[in-house]
């Protein structure tokens, strides 16, 4: 539940009203003052209309500066951003040879194995030596090493299922697998906040998609009901599959699934449960092991589990886990399996070892204490900036911590202002977030010591005052006895 | 004071934001900044609420009925074919906002008229203007195209 204050929500819906006023205004005299110069098109329709990228040209473009910034360095606790300049107020951006070290407070570095880690690097830089940086084939070709077996036994022993496959890229994983299990005829229920990869494999599948509102699991069980006692549109025959699609964490809340009740009204209504912990697994969870493990899930009744390689491991790539003969059946079918190239070796060997290390099988006890300061990390940021009054979304021991701004004016002023005192953050809007609801996210990381916590929110709390988004009373100081 | 946001199950970026607490409110608050503007240019009231009224019918019948598809391309065109009107909650008829959105051009015509004592020719044109807007907003006019006129190519 987000509470705005009302006269927010009055000034935002304002402010985007005046941006888009002035943005079609422009758009009128640009297509006044083109009307005389001929284009040069020789009879080729257009690439796109004007309609369709309004939003890019006139609100994105205009704080460009803010997005995709380019970092010249590995993205550790504190990494090099490059800085750029524009000569034409935001519509091309340059680079230029000056970097600065800031603090990282965006990147997906949970457990700190973005940077050079003293197990896991050696071990990587021999396997690209002795492996080479490419397969080079698609795994049914000749790209499935060794290390690939090996890979998928350990995902699959560490999330706890009988049977793993993993992929090159975490997006591909979710966009590629859903058309393969299921098709038309059946139905996709996934929650309103899902991540673009499932919306777009819901898409492509073919299935009747349907939402429910997040993270409601009665509202989940209402449109099973009325989907099931409805059947398939037009002919009413009763739906070939049901999926009911949940992430981990929601990437842009910082929120837990309820999966404990969302569980038990799929096996009610015998639909299947597709769980997507791309930013749980490695986070969460007293040994790693995701929001299973929080939550106290059996992960036999979760049937099948994805997740990607990017966020807790240091890598690249995604899993989907399942059943035997689930994993024998989409080695067979997904085309990200058989047609894609295999995921690259030293990427895997990367896996592997970040693996045995939060297991705690490479002899040491740093698995454990990355997960214990992820979670002390999170905790102590989280209540420091409730403390101060800021709306900070998402559950507690959860690493992603959502900072609501609202304003769109507050977006660029929040980010430029932290990157002049060398802290990166990076904000989130309109349509990645509903449009009320813009927000600067915060990563946590298990690299973070005590001092960049406290320095970054130092920063934030005064940037925070700048701009005016402490929209809770802060809570008074306790007095010292002195 | 603090209103609960709950994100609605609207896939539709371009419409979801007006399930969100305090649009209708802003809506009227901008009708009335208009009002004062045109108060400050010393016309009577009558005239101001018929400027009103006629920018008010331009603005809301191009971007709600005239203009197709999304302003983004994230949804890959599946929403071009529609207008703003037809995408809002979902294509269902008849529900909250649009009950609402189709009152307000009727209160205001009807203040219009009021201020200016329902003289013509100002009476003509808040008359079209009420006319052209309400009948655009009732259901059986959902994708309907009159004479193929802002229909796709």
């Known amino acids: 539940m987000i509470a705005i204050p009302y006269l927010t929500a009055l000034t935002t819906y304002f402010s985007y009203g005046l941006l888009f006023a002035f943005g079609q205004i422009r758009d009128l005299f640009r297509k006044v003052l083109d009307w005389c110069r001929s284009n040069n098109l020789q009879g080729y329709a257009p690439i796109c209309l004007g309609l369709e990228d309004f939003y890019v040209r006139r609100l994105y473009l205009r704080i460009q500066d803010c997005f995709g910034r380019p970092i010249a360095s590995a993205p550790d606790a504190w990494f090099d951003v490059v800085e750029r300049q524009s000569n034409d107020n935001n519509k091309t951006l340059k680079r230029t040879e000056k970097i600065t070290r800031c603090l990282n407070l965006g990147s997906y570095n949970y457990l700190g194995f973005a940077a050079a880690d003293e197990y896991c690097t050696p071990r990587a830089i021999e396997t690209l030596k002795k492996f080479s940086p490419s397969t080079c084939s698609t795994r049914v070709d000749g790209g499935t090493l060794t290390l690939h077996n090996e890979l998928e036994e350990f995902v699959a022993k560490f999330v706890g299922k009988p049977a793993a496959v993993v992929f090159g890229m975490g997006y591909v994983t979710n966009s590629a697998i859903l058309p393969v299990l299921i098709g038309k005829g059946g139905l996709i229920i996934s929650d309103s906040l899902n991540h673009n990869s499932i919306v777009n494999g819901a898409r492509g599948s073919g299935a009747t998609i349907r939402v429910f509102q997040h993270n409601t699991p009665s509202h989940l069980e209402e449109v099973l009901r009325e989907q099931i006692a409805e059947g398939q549109p037009r002919t009413h025959r009763p739906w070939k599959k049901i999926i009911v699609v949940v992430e981990g964490i929601y990437s842009m809340e910082g929120e837990l699934c309820k999966l404990p009740e969302i569980v038990a009204i799929c096996k009610k209504y015998k639909a299947y449960t597709y769980l997507d912990e791309a930013h749980s697994i490695g986070a969460v969870g007293k040994s790693g092991r995701g929001v299973c493990e929080l939550l106290g899930v059996d992960t036999a009744d979760v049937d099948i589990m994805m997740g990607t390689f990017t966020k807790s491991f240091g890598s690249c790539g995604g899993y989907i886990a399942g059943s035997k003969e689930l994993i024998q059946y989409l080695k067979y079918t997904c085309p990200a399996h058989l047609y894609a190239t295999s995921i690259s070796p030293p990427a895997a060997q990367q896996i592997i070892s970040s693996i045995k290390v939060i297991l705690g099988e490479d002899g040491s006890s740093r698995g454990a204490q990355k997960l214990a300061c992820i979670r002390e990390n999170s905790n102590f940021f989280r209540s420091e900036l409730q403390k101060m009054g800021f709306e900070v979304l998402g559950d507690n021991d959860s690493p992603v911590m959502p900072i609501m701004l609202y304003n769109p004016a507050k977006i660029p002023a929040f980010s430029r202002e932290c990157l002049k005192q060398n802290v990166a953050v990076v904000t989130v809007a309109f349509p990645a977030t509903p449009l009320l609801l813009a927000r600067a996210r915060i990563c946590i990381s298990a690299s973070h010591t005590k001092e960049d916590l406290v320095k970054a929110l130092e920063v934030i709390s005064r940037v925070g005052d700048l701009v005016g988004i402490k929209y809770f009373p802060a809570e008074p100081k306790k007095e010292h006895q002195e | ?153």
């Open chain 2, 1 to 153: 004071m603090y209103v609960k946001a709950v994100p609605p199950t609207d896939l539709n970026k371009n419409t979801e934001w007006f399930t969100y607490p305090g649009v209708w409110t802003t809506y009227i608050l901008i009708l009335f900044s208009w009002l004062v503007v045109l108060c400050v240019f010393g016309c009577s009231p009558g005239m101001a609420w018929t400027i009103l009224h006629l920018s008010h019918f331009l603005v809301t019948y191009h971007f709600f009925h005239w203009k197709k598809g999304t302003p983004f391309a994230d949804d890959q065109g599946i929403y071009n074919g529609l207008t703003w009107w037809e995408q809002i909650d979902n294509g269902k008829q008849l529900t909250r906002n649009r009950k609402f959105l189709t009152v307000v051009p009727v209160v205001l015509y009807l203040i219009a008229s009021h201020t200016t004592d329902y003289q013509n020719p100002m009476l003509f044109f808040n008359t079209l203007a009420v006319f052209v807007l309400v009948v655009a907003k009732f259901p059986n006019m959902h994708k309907v195209r009159i004479f193929g006129i802002n229909a796709d190519h």
